[in-house]
């Protein structure tokens, strides 16, 4: 048993940056991840897909040039888009420069499975058969993430179908793919393989697509999606699924049936707490709590996707610098997620932050919203094709401060960014309408929006 100050399991965002900041700080830190330091994002999620995105958004521009200023003979070519994620991404999904990088703040990195055994105890089996026991004198951190869910489909098990690994490391676009699920990641693939020349279904049972985020930003983003010629079925499920002579065919309760090359199955995520070895600390995976420093016992933290306020890269992060200055000692704000941001990079992009309308009224807040439609904006009107979009403000009517909004258009996620101030620091909804908003820019829609609210 090798003692040491903290062990941290899983190397997701968080996780990484963690245990290099912890050790940058003299602890002796051990980190340990099953696959690739890093975790999911920079490996096959937002770095990979957001690649894949600005290929199909630069040919969905040069598409439109023709009403705008000028021609381009499109010549869609996934192989420089598999080429980018490959060696700017993922260096061949190899970790070595994550490692190098930990271990040079003074990490010791093992690749294997972390295991609790104890309170402050872990095992680490390693990929190579080596089995560590640590003691962790300040503690654990738990930062192991989620792998892809699949719905119990009839026949869907027993299919090679995609996950979000698969979609990033193809090589080939197919020739039809049905996309089952219109969440975040199931949307911004499937608009980024119709670009790249793909036939898309969307299977949605939710009756839009992005059912979690503002019924006028899912309609905005289906307006888009039927120009991409993407086939969108919502209120829709799938009854079972077959794969023959390289075809799948999805029947559905509607009693139609799709058929295509590839199905992407993108329908959530399940989290892997349940390989941690929790119930060795009498923690049951399924009913964690975690407070505001992200403990979840006395010198037992958990970060990430698994803690369940929101499944993003700059939450991950956010949680570890919370959990950082906790195992450090040190004083400093909490985790606090009123203000939480998230972007489907869609195009139009579709941005929000704190609560949706339903989400507000549903909490008991005296709702007043206010919208504008983006689309009828100056920029909108300068800018062409594809400006069509929503500002959508949610407020507290009695505290006068915003308590959500949701912006879909061209760069959304970087309008979204004032809102998120105005909702992290109260600002008062009086002194957002006092403010000067350029001229002509997408952002104005916001000053649109205000009287309302
Ligand atoms: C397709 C896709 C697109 C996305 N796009 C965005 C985006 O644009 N913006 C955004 O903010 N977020 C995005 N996300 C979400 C983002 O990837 C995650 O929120 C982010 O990776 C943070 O996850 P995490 O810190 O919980 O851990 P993860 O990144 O999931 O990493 C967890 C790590 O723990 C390891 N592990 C698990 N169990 C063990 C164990 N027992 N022992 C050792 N190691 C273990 C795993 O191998 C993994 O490396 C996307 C996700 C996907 C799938």
Redesign the pocket.
């Known amino acids: 048993m090798t003692r040491v100050d903290l062990v941290v399991?899983?190397?997701?965002?968080?996780?990484?940056s963690l245990a290099t900041q912890a050790a940058r700080a003299g602890l002796s830190v051990v980190a340990?991840?099953?696959?690739?330091?890093?975790?999911?994002?920079?490996?096959?999620?937002?770095?990979?897909?957001?690649m894949i995105l600005r290929g199909a958004h630069a040919l969905a521009d040069a598409a439109r040039l023709p009403e705008i200023g000028g021609g381009a003979r499109l010549l869609p070519a996934w192989a420089q888009v598999a080429h980018r994620i490959r060696s700017e991404a993922t260096d061949d999904w190899d970790d070595t420069v994550a490692v190098d990088r930990l271990r040079d703040a003074g990490a010791t990195v093992?690749h294997?499975?972390?295991?609790l055994v104890g309170p402050r105890r872990v095992v680490?089996e390693t990929s190579t058969g080596e089995v560590h026991e640590y003691e962790a004198t300040r503690g654990v951190v738990?930062?192991?993430?989620?792998?892809?869910a699949a719905p119990p489909i009839e026949g869907l098990a027993e299919t090679p179908y995609w996950?979000?690994?698969d979609?990033?490391a193809t090589e080939t676009v197919p020739e039809r793919l049905i996309v089952l699920g219109g969440g975040?990641?199931g949307c911004?693939?499937a608009q980024a393989f119709a670009r790249f020349g793909a036939a898309v279904t969307v299977v949605e049972p939710a009756d839009r697509l992005l059912p979690r985020e503002e019924p006028e930003a899912s309609a905005v983003l289906r307006d888009a999606f039927v120009t991409d010629g993407i086939t969108v079925l919502t209120g829709v499920g799938a009854t079972s699924v077959a794969y023959a002579e390289d075809v799948f065919t999805m029947h559905l309760d509607s009693g139609e049936a799709v058929s295509a090359e590839r199905l992407l199955v993108?329908t959530g995520?399940i989290s892997?707490l349940d390989?941690?070895?929790l119930d060795a600390v009498g923690l049951d995976p399924s009913a964690l709590q975690v407070d505001d420093r992200m403990r979840a016992a006395d010198g037992l933290w958990v970060?990430?996707?698994?803690?369940g306020a929101?499944?993003?890269?700059?939450?991950?992060?956010y949680?570890?610098a919370v959990a950082l200055r906790d195992v450090l000692g040190q004083e400093g704000e909490r985790a606090d997620y009123r203000a939480v941001p998230?972007?489907?990079?869609t195009d139009p992009e579709v941005a929000g932050v704190g609560l949706t309308e339903a989400e507000a009224r549903a909490a008991g807040i005296d709702v007043v919203v206010g919208s504008a439609d983006l689309g009828a904006s100056s920029r909108a009107f300068t800018y062409g094709p594809g400006a069509a979009g929503v500002v959508k403000l949610v407020a507290d009517r009695d505290a006068g401060v915003l308590v959500g909004a949701t912006v879909a258009g061209p760069a959304g996620g970087e309008i979204v960014s004032m809102l998120v101030l105005a909702v992290h620091a109260r600002v008062p909804v009086a002194q957002l309408r006092s403010m000067i908003y350029a001229y002509p820019t997408f952002h104005r829609a916001i000053e649109t929006a205000l009287p309302e609210v």
């Open positions: 399991i899983g190397t997701g965002p968080g996780g990484e340990v991840d099953r696959h690739l330091v890093g975790g999911e994002c920079p490996n096959y999620g937002g770095i990979p897909t957001k093992h294997g499975i972390g295991r680490i738990l930062n192991p993430g989620t792998r892809p996950t979000n690994r979609a990033v975040p990641i911004e693939m993108a995520r892997n390989g941690v070895g970060i990430g996707d698994v803690v929101g499944a993003y890269t700059h939450l991950s992060m949680q570890a998230h972007v489907t990079f």
